[in-house]
Nanobody, 126 residues
Framework: PLHLAESGGGSVNAGGSLRLSCAAS????????MAWFRQAPGQEREGVAV????????IYADAVKGRFTISRDNARNTLHLQANSLTPEDTAMYFC???????????????????WGQGTQVTVSG
């Protein structure tokens, strides 16, 4: 399993941007599918974006499409989420997640993901 640690959250005004990072430690990180999920108070956890093991393909939730960009650096074992044009509806705890995959393409369901970080809070006011 991987150990995942998120950073980069904070409080911003609507229209602002944040860059979230997730540092992964463990063996064979490049073989893991990785994704960002979020959970707002009183709501279920939802998928934000998924990225393939080699970083060439990504899938986004409709709510963030065109505003958020997921990327990964397999040489540095890091995952990123660039979040632009933030709105109060983006306020949530953001989680990095991963699972060991035999396929380059990755699944979107949170139930597939076995390794999770502690989360980083994003608060958007305005």
């Amino acid at each position: 399993p991987l150990h995942l640690a998120e950073s980069g959250g904070g409080s911003v005004n609507a229209g602002g941007s944040l860059r979230l990072s997730c540092a992964a430690s463990g063996y064979g990180v490049r073989a893991y599918c990785m994704a960002w999920f979020r959970q707002a108070p009183g709501q279920e956890r939802e998928g934000v974006a998924v990225i393939s093991t080699d970083g060439t393909e990504s899938i986004y939730a409709d709510a963030v499409k065109g505003r958020f960009t997921i990327s990964r650096d397999n040489a540095r074992n890091t995952l990123h989420l660039q979040a632009n044009s933030l709105t109060p509806e983006d306020t949530a705890m953001y989680f990095c997640a991963a699972y060991l995959s035999t396929s380059r393409q990755c699944l979107r369901s949170q139930f597939q993901y076995t390794d999770w970080g502690q989360g980083t809070q994003v608060t958007v006011s305005g």
